[in-house]
């Protein structure tokens, strides 16, 4: 079909497990990003194992026990991730790849003064480990991403672009067509052009409203039209 297939997304587990493996095959098919997008916890043992009758089986299904661990999540996890992906990073620099952290929206929420995503930026070393900003993750969380896009330029080297659906909580994650939700993407991408990003991704979240590709047509016609 002519794709490139320039980045994958990976967890702390997988990594710990398959790091050489990963790179083996990162190598293989020519991505330039090894992306982590699921932070864990530094002692998995104290993490239980989930009854069926638990109700985070009943609202996640398969994912529940993924969720279990965000929720046990501790400032000082928090830290030992970081920790992990300059380890992480520094391998994946010298097999000639970038490594990189994707945000979601659970590392916005503060430990007294302390947020969890600053924490992982001022701990990481900007040699071995960027940035992925997914927006709409950033901004269902209650942060700008063009205010990180401006503090931190050389940190960001991808995005993800999704939009988020208006008329819904604060806080809510549900998204929609780019440019059919509440997110200024002639602010971001003014923001991008002045940071380090090389390129981006466009999401859309089930449930859809419209069949995928279609969605996906209507969030290609409003970027390629896009003025900044």
């Not at 900003?133 to 050389?154: E, I, T």
């Not at 090389?198 to 290609?220: D, F, M, W």
């Amino acid at each position: 079909m002519g794709l490139g297939w320039r980045s994958i997304h990976t967890s702390i587990p997988e990594l710990q497990s398959g790091l050489d493996k990963i790179i083996e095959q990162a190598h293989g098919v020519g991505i330039q990003y090894i992306i982590c997008s699921a932070p864990w916890v530094k002692d998995p043992s104290r993490i239980k194992k989930l009854d069926p009758s638990d109700p985070l089986v009943k609202a996640y299904g398969k994912y529940a026990p993924y969720v279990a661990v965000l929720n046990s999540l501790t400032l000082d996890d928090w830290r030992w991730c970081a920790d992990q992906f300059n380890a992480m990073g520094e391998k994946v620099a010298k097999a000639g790849m970038t490594f990189g952290y994707h945000n979601h929206n659970f590392e916005f929420k503060k430990f007294g003064d302390v947020l969890p995503y600053d924490e992982v930026i001022s701990r990481t070393d900007p040699k071995y480990v960027s940035f992925e900003l997914d927006c709409g993750w950033m901004v269902s969380g209650g942060y700008d991403p063009v205010a990180y896009l401006s503090k931190y330029p050389k940190r960001y080297h991808l995005l993800h672009i999704k939009d988020l659906a208006p008329n819904q909580p604060k806080g809510g994650a549900e998204t929609t067509e780019v440019g059919s939700g509440t997110i200024d993407w002639t602010s971001i991408f003014k923001a991008a052009h002045g940071a380090a990003v090389t390129g981006y991704y466009v999401e859309q979240e089930p449930p859809y409203k419209r069949p995928p590709l279609e969605s996906a047509r209507i969030s290609y016609d409003y970027l390629k039209g896009l003025t900044v």
